[in-house]
């Protein structure tokens, strides 16, 4: 499998170009060069190769790295798996308790959706096409977009916890093309899904994951140890 570099910014850090903004909204700074290392080559996926861009000095003092967990509101597996997290010793950013926030809901805007997030899991989640484009650019869905997508530039790997929608697996395609360290937790049963071939781990369980985690961002020696 081959992977599409993404287009490199003129700005000497190395680093991707931030995605479009949207109007009202303007990306966070681009760490400063110090904070790249350079590309290197790793086995990473089911048998794929590919390059990956590391980072360094970027996680949080005192832990062993920053973990963005994407996932659905209605997972009710994400609570747990983030309170697993962080008693390995990580940082974790929950959207659900986002720092200074509470976790962002169509509600908050006025958007008339079919699913709240009280609502079965499966079930579509539907609305007006121009009713969701006026939500979008509200004031606290940008807000609540800043804050997801600053986690997610800052983390140094991002896992998505299955089952999740759209937005958990755009964000993991994302941090599969700004080489993030990435991971799925399945359900099962599980929905197959050819394109997660591009992640480095695909666990079963949540002991698989915190192996893999201790392989690629391990503890300083006696730091921390998993419960």
């Known amino acids: 499998y081959f992977h599409a570099s993404p287009a490199i910014c003129s700005d000497g850090t190395g680093l991707p170009c931030p995605a479009p903004s949207r109007k009202g909204w303007h990306p966070p700074p681009t760490p400063s060069a110090a904070h790249a290392t350079a590309l290197d080559d790793s086995n990473v996926g089911i048998g794929c190769h590919r390059q990956r861009m590391t980072t360094d000095l970027m996680h949080t003092p005192g832990t062993r790295g920053y973990i963005y967990v994407a996932s659905s509101w209605r997972n009710t597996v ?21 720092p200074g926030l509470t976790g962002f809901a169509w ?6 959706h079919s699913n709240p997030v009280d609502g079965p899991t499966g079930t579509p989640d539907l ?4 009713d969701f484009l006026a939500a979008l650019d509200h004031p606290r ?14 983390a140094d790997a991002i896992i998505a916890i299955a089952p999740c929608g759209r937005s958990a697996h755009l964000e993991l395609g994302w941090a599969a093309g700004a080489r993030k360290r990435t991971a799925v937790l399945l359900d099962d049963p599980c929905t197959p899904e050819l394109m997660y071939r591009m992640v480095e781990h695909v666990a079963t369980d949540m002991d698989s994951l915190l192996a893999w985690l201790d ?5 300083p020696l006696g730091a921390f140890s998993a419960t």
Not at 127 to 130: D, E, I, L, V
């Open 141 to 154: 869905a940008i807000a609540g977009f800043e804050s997801d997508f600053g986690a997610m530039q800052r």
């Open 107 to 112: 509600d908050e805007v006025g958007l008339v």
């Open 127 to 130: 609305s007006h096409a121009g």
């Open 78 to 98: 994400q609570p747990s798996v983030v309170d697993a997290l962080r008693s390995a010793g990580f940082d974790v950013y929950d959207f659900k308790n986002p």
């Open 215 to 219: 392989a690629v961002l391990p503890a």
